[in-house]
């Protein structure tokens, strides 16, 4: 499967009037040092300079390399014409021009806040109950754009060091509004897999955004051959979308388990590095009324699991229109959450909130809480 990448395109994605000023975001240490060099900084000075940009950047937050006040201001004017801290604008746009939209989640609770961001516009896979699926667009965000997501986050939130959001009612008591990180917006991340890769390693940086890798959780429908691949080279926690507990019916709901079928899916979570019980492969399970939601249907769920050190996510499916599905009864998720439950799971259903998100997250063109929104949610 090919999908366009976006080399050629990255600097007038962010910054259309100066298409010469590269983005900083995205970009990791060793090449932040390699344009430093290249911008005429002693060999000597480079790791501090780096330091110093990295610094700004990710821990402070700023938006403009003129801020950068302990680089001298020869050096700055100079990274200043080189460079842009501009959030990427594809994120930044929210423009509803059909396909051309990616959407960013935020999720507080009380002590904590999630952020689920995209990994693509669009998505290649075609899973017959999501509507990012039925989108015609697709492109691999950058990883600049992957990380901007978390930067106009926090940015929104007023959640750098100094700055405050102007009414904090309905963020989370947490000294940073966003401790976690969910791949579970638009796109099939193991797809854009080195972009997201580097785009998580630098938000796991413990000198930037510092946001710790058991606090980022990548879902995938299904690349198996990516997995042990992602557990290795970034080794976040993993979610696994399910949703079926026969080859026959998953053909159909989440079509490339055509190409790795259950058992072959199951045999990469159990060898995924690093699966314990404190680290648990987290599976999503979209209840559809009369598809996947029977008794039987829990019980082999259940079984098929039994060896894998696993948490269970009953996902009400968010309609959208004309999709060939719906949810299933209340009552009826009640009792499969019940059989999941006996077998030891806990809380498998989320919250009504939680299945906002989650509707949100997996459905991101109608999604019912946008950063936008609970932005202005929380400043009403
Ligand atoms: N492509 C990845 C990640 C994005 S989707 C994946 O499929 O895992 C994030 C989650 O939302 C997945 O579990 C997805 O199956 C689920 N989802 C998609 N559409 C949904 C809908 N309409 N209602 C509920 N969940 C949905
Ligand atoms: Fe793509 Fe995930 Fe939607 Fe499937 S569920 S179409 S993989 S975004």
Known sequence: MTIPTLSAERAASFESDRPTREPILGLDRATLGARLVALGVPERQVRMRSNQLWSWTYV????????MTDIGKDLRAEIGEAFTLKRPEIVTEQVS??????????????????????????????CSFCHTGTQRLVRNLTSGEIV????LARDRLGDWPGASASDLRGLPDSERKITNVVLMGMGEPLYNFDNVRDAMAIAADGEGLAIGKRRITLSTSGVVPEIPRWGDEAGTMLAISLHAVHDELRDKLVPINKKWPLKDLLAACRAYPGLSNAKRITFEYVMLKGVNDSIADA????????????KINLIPFNPWPA??????????????AEVVNRAGYASPVRSPRGRDIMAACGQ?????????????????
């Open 97 to 126: 021009v059909d396909g051309k939209e990616v959407e960013t989640v935020y999720i507080p609770e009380e002590d904590r806040g999630t952020l689920c961001i995209s990994s693509q516009v669009g998505c290649t896979l075609t």
């Open 148 to 151: 901007g997501q978390i930067m």
């Open 299 to 310: 019980k082999e769920l259940v079984r098929l699991l039994a060896k894998i050190p696993a």
């Open 364 to 380: 991101l063109k109608s999604a019912s809480v946008k950063l936008r929104a609970s932005a202005r949610l929380t400043q009403a």
């Open 60 to 67: 402070r937050g700023v938006t403009d390399v003129g801020a």
């Open 323 to 336: 999709a060939p599905f719906e949810c299933s009864d209340w009552d009826q998720i009640e009792k499969f």
